[in-house]
């Protein structure tokens, strides 16, 4: 399977179709890059599309270090270096936007031509000032109740996790597919991943990017409000 080997030795598979201008795709938290099946065909007859799987998920490694955001745009620096991406569009469902903000943060606009951000608030956690946070896990005893939910009983999680991704009903062998996906991630990286995640506030940066974007927002969405992601 197609892999690069990350700056701390861990394989990052990504998947590729398609030719052109290059648009690396980012799954959200405990997702893969196969979550993106239903685009990438129409995607690929404009673009080189590119899905990674982050580390702890899919068919990458799953190392128990590594799990910051931080830490995932570099992973992300290290797959775009190592197939000499040039004048990228980077897009972001969910977990996978502050993937970008951090690699903005960390590394400039280096190889980015442009961005697209769907549906993810820059603060998860509520604050006197702050109201369109997470609906669940938006302060420390609601993280802590997820990463029990996520240790004792991640089948039910899962399948209540994507059914609040969903608008409408999908096909069972579809929705069976996506779940043996969010299956592969075991519950540590999960756990590490949303701990590191959810504390973050990146509202102080987000007026300092330049780069071109575009942010989508799911208005049906159940977890996050609207105006939080616009």
């Known amino acids: 399977m197609p892999h690069i080997t990350a700056t701390d030795g861990t394989r990052i598979h990504y998947e590729e179709q398609g030719h052109g201008r290059p648009l690396v795709m980012i799954h959200g938290w405990t997702f893969s890059g196969r979550f993106f099946h239903r685009n990438i065909e129409a995607l690929s007859e404009h673009a080189r599309v590119i899905t990674m799987d982050l580390r702890?998920?899919?068919r990458s490694d799953k190392p128990k270090h590594g799990y910051r955001i931080a830490r995932l745009a570099a992973d992300l620096r290290d797959l775009i270096g190592a197939l000499n991406l040039q004048d990228v569009t980077v897009l972001g469902w969910s977990?996978?936007?502050p993937v970008i903000w951090s690699y903005l943060?960390?590394?400039?606009q280096d190889r980015l031509r442009s961005a697209i951000f769907v549906q993810q608030t820059p603060k998860q956690y509520y604050s006197p000032e702050w109201k369109l946070g997470h609906a669940t896990c938006y302060d420390?005893?609601?993280l802590a109740y997820l990463q029990q939910q996520v240790f004792l009983d991640s089948e039910n999680f899962d399948q209540t996790?994507?059914?609040?991704?969903?608008s409408h009903e999908i096909p069972k062998d579809e929705k069976a597919f996506l779940l043996r996906e969010m299956a592969a991630s075991p519950n540590y990286?999960?756990?590490a991943m949303m701990a590191d995640h959810t504390t973050q506030d990146w509202r102080d940066v987000l007026p300092h990017f330049s780069l071109r974007s575009l942010m989508m927002v799911a208005e049906k969405d159940k977890i996050l409000p609207a105006g939080g992601p616009a």
Request: proline content about 0%; hydrophobic content about 35%; some cysteine.
């Open 189 to 191: 990286a999960r756990s």
């Open 161 to 166: 996790n994507l059914a609040d991704c969903l």
């Open 105 to 108: 943060e960390l590394f400039g």
């Open 95 to 97: 977990i996978g936007c």
């Open 56 to 58: 702890g998920h899919g």
């Open 140 to 142: 420390q005893a609601g």
